[in-house]
T-cell receptor, first 111, second 115 residues
């Protein structure tokens, strides 16, 4: 089965609110990455967290990793309309130097 | 340009025709990936090139799909005898070193529609 599976939620939030999305995976990993995809565009790398890290911040983004639960969360604080996008997690659990992507979480931020 | 460039951005073809999709990675990036994204779905791995090593073709869905990378730079994904189920966005990405240890840089994708 596919590694890196987000909670299959479509979030719709008001601008200024926080958005949280989750990702689970099935086998051990060395790192986990989050990407954003605006409609009709390519993916943009947001953040990478290594297996020995528990939390990482980048601007308004906060990523946590719980290797015991094989899960990660991405928090976007003080959301903006420009944050409207799909968010994908990806892990190296696919082996052979490939990233395995989940199906993505669609986030809509209402101005 | 500084980013990954893909062409064509859109391709409409008739069932049974062959198509070629091109990817021009970031200069100096040794790793190049092709992924396929069907509507509303995640990314399906197709093929991985790393330097001069033999490519990892394990994700290609059938023998109608092939890819090459010339001179360690530009890559072409070829789909022969296209079928309607081949309709998808084909994404190319490149990275310094291995994409699993660092950031993948994606192109804007080639949207393929097979009628």
């Amino acid at each position: 089965s596919q590694q890196g599976e987000e909670d299959p939620q479509a979030l719709s939030i008001q601008e200024g609110e926080n958005a949280t999305m989750n990702c689970s995976y099935k086998t051990s990993i060395n790192n986990l990455q989050w990407y954003r995809q605006n409609s009709g565009r390519g993916l943009v790398h947001l953040i990478l967290i290594r297996s020995n890290e528990r939390e990482k911040h980048s601007g308004r983004l906060r990523v946590t990793l719980d290797t015991s639960k094989k899960s990660s969360s991405l928090l976007i604080t003080a959301s903006r309309a420009a944050d409207t996008a799909s968010y994908f997690c990806a892990t190296d659990a696919g082996g052979n130097n490939r990233l395995a992507f989940g199906k993505g979480n669609q986030v809509v931020v209402i101005p | 340009g500084a980013g990954v460039s893909q062409s064509p951005s859109n391709k409409v073809t008739e069932k049974g025709k062959d198509v070629e999709l091109r990817c021009d990675p970031i200069s100096g990036h040794t790793a190049l990936y092709w992924y396929r994204q069907s509507l509303g779905q995640g990314l399906e791995f197709l093929i991985y090139f790393q330097g001069n090593s033999a490519p990892d073709k394990s994700g290609l869905p059938s023998d109608r799909f092939s890819a090459e990378r010339t001179g360690g730079s530009v890559s072409t994904l070829t789909i022969q005898r296209t079928q309607q189920e081949d309709s998808a966005v084909y994404l190319c990405a490149s990275s310094l070193g291995s994409g699993v240890t660092g950031e993948l840089f994606f192109g804007e994708g080639s949207r393929l529609t097979v009628l």
